[in-house]
């Protein structure tokens, strides 16, 4: 059974000295991986695709919620990572469970309201989902972005207490709906099993077993090599680089500081980074300066929308 809401307090932004992450309960895992998702989100965005070379030059080490970047967003603001996460979590919840042709209506009407930032086989996943109703991108060796990953977090938390396959087969009919690639596939596979792993309470050596598992089905995503900078929108490259920041560091701050100074696709290895830094360490290990410069109404959809996702029935079934 899910822990009650009453577990989570909005209000309660410090951070205990010392707890023990394996007794967290269940929604502060889950509402800090959320706001980690978000937070994360709104930290890369100022250095996406940005040198640590440029980063080191401008900010020394960023480490504040300050807005700017390419996008030249205002503090806080978040970017499609988040977006398109909620986008996916409303529409899981419309239907009690995963539905391709509910999330291919839910991206649509994301893109409708003209996002700051949308990635290209996001954008034409969408636009053949108009122009021929039909939900599944057909496979594509070059589709490995991480797009679909990005976004994963609704599935997670819908899924928490599901079985792996059934989560392998729901969040294959979210990804395929712009992303239908074996590589994407498995990593975002890893990435919800890890989470899930996280809300469980499992220890970070348990999370380290299912990454190393990643790998030993598909080398490409060895992380213990020559530390990873400047990753592009290439899920390998974006998990690599999450997790030698997450696997190398011992708090939420360390985590996400590390890996938003790396550069390259900044707000989604901040944003990947956040969500997974969240669900192990839970929502009280989010530093307060950044809760409190994330935008309001993004923290309270992303609070109000894990508790939701995390309460649905437990016999959701995915679509045939």
Same mark, same amino acid.
């Given at each position: 059974?899910?822990?009650?809401?009453?577990?989570?307090?909005?209000?309660?932004?410090?951070?205990?000295?010392?707890?023990?992450?394996?007794?967290?309960?269940?929604?502060?895992?889950?509402?800090?991986?959320?706001?980690?998702?978000?937070?994360?989100?709104?930290?890369?965005?100022?250095?996406?695709?940005?040198?640590?070379?440029?980063?080191?030059?401008?900010?020394?080490?960023?480490?504040?919620?300050?807005?700017?970047?390419?996008?030249?967003?205002?503090?806080?603001?978040?970017?499609?990572?988040?977006?398109?996460?909620?986008?996916?979590?409303?529409?899981?919840?419309?239907?009690?469970?995963?539905?391709?042709?509910?999330?291919?209506?839910?991206?649509?009407?994301?893109?409708?309201?003209?996002?700051?930032?949308?990635?290209?086989?996001?954008?034409?996943?969408?636009?053949?989902?108009?122009?021929?109703?039909?939900?599944?991108?057909?496979?594509?060796?070059?589709?490995?972005?991480?797009?679909?990953?990005?976004?994963?977090?609704?599935?997670?938390?819908?899924?928490?207490?599901?079985?792996?396959?059934?989560?392998?087969?729901?969040?294959?009919?979210?990804?395929?709906?712009?992303?239908?690639?074996?590589?994407?596939?498995?990593?975002?596979?890893?990435?919800?099993?890890?989470?899930?792993?996280?809300?469980?309470? $499992?220890?970070?050596? *348990?999370?380290?077993?299912? +990454?190393?598992? /990643?790998?030993?089905? @598909? %080398?490409?995503? !060895?992380? #213990?090599?020559?530390?990873?900078?400047?990753?592009?929108?290439?899920?390998?490259?974006?998990?690599?680089?999450?997790?030698?920041?997450?696997?190398?560091?011992?708090?939420?701050?360390?985590?996400?500081?590390?890996?938003?100074?790396?550069?390259?696709?900044?707000?989604?290895?901040?944003?990947?980074?956040?969500?997974?830094?969240?669900?192990?360490?839970?929502?009280?290990?989010?530093?307060?300066?950044?809760?409190?410069?994330?935008?309001? $109404?993004?923290?309270? *959809?992303?609070?109000?929308? +894990?508790?939701? /996702?995390?309460?649905? @029935? %437990?016999?959701? !079934?995915? #679509?045939?």
């Amino acid at each position: 059974m899910a822990q009650p809401i009453s577990d989570y307090d909005p209000t309660d932004d410090g951070i205990r000295p010392g707890p023990d992450e394996s007794v967290v309960p269940l929604t502060r895992r889950v509402v800090g991986a959320y706001l980690g998702l978000a937070v994360g989100d709104a930290l890369g965005a100022t250095t996406e695709f940005m040198t640590p070379s440029e980063i080191r030059h401008q900010y020394g080490v960023h480490d504040r919620i300050r807005g700017g970047g390419w996008l030249k967003l205002k503090p806080g603001a978040v970017t499609d990572d988040t977006e398109m996460s909620l986008a996916l979590g409303d529409a899981i919840i419309a239907k009690c469970g995963v539905q391709a042709d509910a999330v291919a209506d839910a991206f649509s009407n994301w893109m409708r309201t003209k996002p700051v930032d949308i990635g290209n086989t996001v954008r034409r996943g969408i636009v053949r989902y108009r122009s021929s109703g039909v939900t599944e991108m057909p496979e594509n060796e070059h589709d490995a972005g991480n797009g679909a990953c990005m976004r994963s977090l609704p599935v997670a938390i819908a899924y928490w207490n599901a079985s792996p396959e059934q989560r392998r087969v729901v969040s294959r009919l979210q990804s395929h709906v712009t992303h239908n690639n074996p590589q994407a596939d498995a990593g975002t596979e890893c990435l919800l099993e890890m989470l899930v792993a996280a809300f469980h309470g $499992d220890s970070k050596a *348990r999370l380290r077993e299912l +990454a190393d598992g /990643l790998v030993a089905h @598909d %080398a490409s995503y !060895r992380f #213990d090599v020559r530390r990873a900078e400047n990753p592009s929108g290439w899920i390998v490259e974006t998990l690599r680089t999450v997790f030698q920041a997450f696997f190398t560091n011992d708090c939420f701050e360390s985590i996400l500081t590390d890996v938003v100074n790396r550069g390259g696709d900044a707000d989604t290895t901040g944003a990947i980074a956040g969500m997974l830094a969240g669900a192990h360490f839970g929502a009280g290990a989010i530093p307060a300066h950044w809760l409190k410069a994330l935008d309001a $109404d993004v923290r309270r *959809r992303c609070e109000d929308q +894990a508790l939701t /996702l995390m309460q649905l @029935d %437990a016999d959701i !079934r995915p #679509d045939s």
